[in-house]
């Protein structure tokens, strides 16, 4: 047994929670505690190391070097100071491990993994997220990444465009939901009346209201925008127009004959009147006789 790793050869090490049994010491890459545990001498970051490794943006633990001491990417492993954080407002300017330039310090930025400009869309734009660039700056340089969500408008729930739609609500203007589909299709026509003819053929019955454009009213400010035989109340809605009463005839029974409209009505009238006039005629020279 052994009290210490003095009790034991210079190849191991005494372990007192195994009864004081000298062990042979581990190999770089073995986990360790103690540096007296490690063939090497070096325990960091949880692992028998090659070396001290005591760089900023050094580490032993990497999976794919696991017991060599190598530079890093990103922030500092195990007990080391983090690197300096960004400016308010700024996170692409914190700094971190490159893993190139300098094991030492931190003088890269961070990248990809840090996102700096979440997505939002607003009146049929969407505007896309962007990530730093590990340059400091969010994203490529320039405008921000949009896109126009025509045919369709925007998803308030996920502040990009939507991409289905369920009815016209979904649609941009000037287009129309194919419920079959799920698609947003441009092109619909109106007939002038009150059908909407979207460019798959199907139509969409916009009464009691005409269509407009290539989308069906849903109110009417005049009679001329709602289907014939409706009238537009003062709601702005379209309804059943109200039957017109007969004129007062003032209690006279009287009925006019209509004007002859044909060429024989016309002849047959002037013969009454010239057969009229010769015997006023006769009668005439009979008194005077």
Known sequence: KCRDSGDCATNAYCDPADE????????????????????????VDGVCCDQGCGGQCQACDLDTAKGTCSPIVGQPHGMRLTCTPGADGDPC??????????VATCVGFVGADVTCRSSQCDKGVETFSATCDGTGQCGMAGPAKT??????????????????????????PGSTCDAKSGKCVSGASCDGEHTVTAPNGQA?????????GSTCRTTCASVDECVSGLACDATGQCVAAASSAPADSGGCGCRV???????????????????????RRRIRAAIAG
């Open 20 to 43: 004081g049994s000298c062990k042979k010491k581990n190999a770089n890459g073995a986990a360790c505690k103690q540096p007296e545990t490690c063939a090497s001498g070096f325990c």
């Open 93 to 102: 300017t914190a700094r971190a491990c490159d893993g190139a330039k300098d």
């Open 257 to 279: 004959s209509a004007a002859p409209s044909s060429p024989r009505s016309y002849a047959l009238l002037s013969l009454f009147g010239l057969l009229g006039l010769r015997r």
């Open 204 to 212: 969409t019955d916009c009464s009691p209201y005409k269509c407009q």
């Open 147 to 172: 896109k126009v969500c025509d045919p369709y408008v925007c998803d308030a729930t996920n502040n990009a465009c939507k991409s289905m739609c369920k009815d016209n609500m979904d649609c941009a």
